[in-house]
């Protein structure tokens, strides 16, 4: 069997692409990567907390343990993709490639473009490479976002919703109502996925990835550890919150902070696309909402607080900043998980995730206080 990994050098492509090295032995995986985070986080003046292998020694490091192969090619090239899966004929494509900002992509026209044309046609060139190779019988296992969304009232369904109109009963994909660019390309991908199951069969594991949370997993730490971002553009809330708190700056919550998001431990992230990898005879449109559940930001904040003072010993402020997202800031986010706990059993803790964070980043203060000027938007919009 072989198993194709796309963005393998990203935040979660590296643990996954080790934790399949470590659970698959018999098995071929391929990491594939352009590194385009890296150029990413450093054109907006950035750099992740913790320091990372560089590409080359990423590559020795998983080709050393048997069986892995990383290459190097951008999923826009339509000849790169038909080559990659010609060669290597997958069985489970895990594909976790993508421009995966919301900020970044409403940066301007320029941006909202580059995301959309990246993450879209990187998406359609691995479609129809299947197609056109005859390998429809492939596992195509995506990740999209549990922002397609939006926020609606009504506890969010697993993908689908019944819909009852005029006398008439169907079950039908849930709506799009995503707030960014970025999210948008994401509901794209899903309507050319679903397109491509229903006209084509082929098998899809469509996973809403919540905000992932972690700094590490049992394969990435140390030297091998995945990157930590901590900026206003890459920085997930969760992260940015426990690098502010960390050098005493103080936590920023974006307006009234009463809005729910959904969250998921990189752990937990990472064990369900193993799980979903392991799988055999997949042959629907599934869809897994790949979350614990819903925290209010204010109460985010609060978590992060009282662990900094375990953790380490540090007592920080929350401090309410206006908000520049266009988004709700009173939400009661219901979201429903059950497809995502049959796959990975009871869910992590999110605060054992962010103690974990607190011991790993620990000794990074230098670098983040640093580039605490990142924390908050740069005026790039204007
Ligand atoms: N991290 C989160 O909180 C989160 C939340 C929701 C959804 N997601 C989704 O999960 C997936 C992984 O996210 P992540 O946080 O690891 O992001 P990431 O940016 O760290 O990883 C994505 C990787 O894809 C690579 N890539 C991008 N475009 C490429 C292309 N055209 N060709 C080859 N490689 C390319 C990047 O270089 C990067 O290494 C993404 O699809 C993202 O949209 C992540």
């Not at 990835?209 to 995945?226: C, N, Q, R």
């Not at 990472?270 to 392991?278: I, N, P, R, T, Y």
């Not at 009282?306 to 540090?314: D, R, V, W």
Request: hydrophobic residues 40%.
């Amino acid at each position: 069997m072989t198993i194709i990994v796309t963005g393998a050098d990203g935040y979660v492509g590296w643990p996954v692409l080790l934790r399949l090295a470590e659970t698959f032995h018999d098995e071929r995986i391929v990491g594939v990567d352009n590194f385009a985070r890296r150029r990413w986080v450093e054109e907006i003046g950035c750099v992740s907390a913790n320091p990372i292998l560089s590409p080359a020694e990423r590559r020795k490091k998983v080709e050393d343990l048997g069986k892995v192969s990383f290459v190097e090619g951008d999923l826009i090239s339509k000849e790169f993709v038909n080559m990659l899966v010609r060669v290597y004929q997958p069985d489970v494509i895990i594909h976790l490639a993508a421009q995966p900002s919301a900020p970044y992509s409403q940066i301007s026209w320029e941006k909202a473009v580059y995301t959309q044309y990246n993450n879209n046609v990187s998406t359609l060139n691995l479609l129809w490479a299947l197609k056109e190779n005859k390998m429809l019988d492939a596992h195509f296992i995506a990740a999209t976002t549990t922002g397609v969304y939006g926020a609606p009232e009504y506890p969010i369904p697993e993908g689908f919703i019944e819909v009852e109109y005029k006398g008439g009963k169907d079950i039908v994909p849930h709506p799009h109502m995503a707030g960014s660019f970025y999210h948008m390309s994401k509901c794209n991908d899903i309507n050319n996925m679903y397109l491509a199951h229903k006209q084509w069969g082929l098998p899809v594991s469509d996973v809403r990835v919540a905000i992932v949370t972690g700094a590490t997993t049992e394969e990435a730490k140390g030297d091998m550890a995945t990157r930590f971002d901590f900026d206003f553009y890459f920085g997930v809330v969760t992260h940015r919150f426990c690098a502010q708190a960390l050098i005493g700056y103080p936590i920023t919550v974006y307006g009234k902070g009463l809005q729910g998001k959904p969250f998921v431990t990189l752990e937990d992230c990472v064990k369900s696309f193993v799980e979903l990898a392991k799988k055999k005879d997949v042959d629907g449109y599934d869809v897994y909402n790949q979350t614990l559940g819903a925290v209010k930001i204010v109460e985010l904040a609060e978590i992060i607080r009282e662990a900094a003072e375990e953790e380490i010993g540090l007592e920080v402020e929350i401090k309410h900043v206006p908000n520049p997202r266009v988004e709700k800031e009173e939400h009661e986010m219901v979201i429903e998980n059950d497809n995502f706990i049959k796959l990975v059993g009871k869910p992590m803790d999110l605060k054992e995730a962010i103690g974990d964070i607190f011991r790993t980043i620990e000794d990074r203060k230098k670098i983040i206080e640093s580039y605490k000027d990142r924390f908050l938007p740069r005026g790039l919009e204007k």
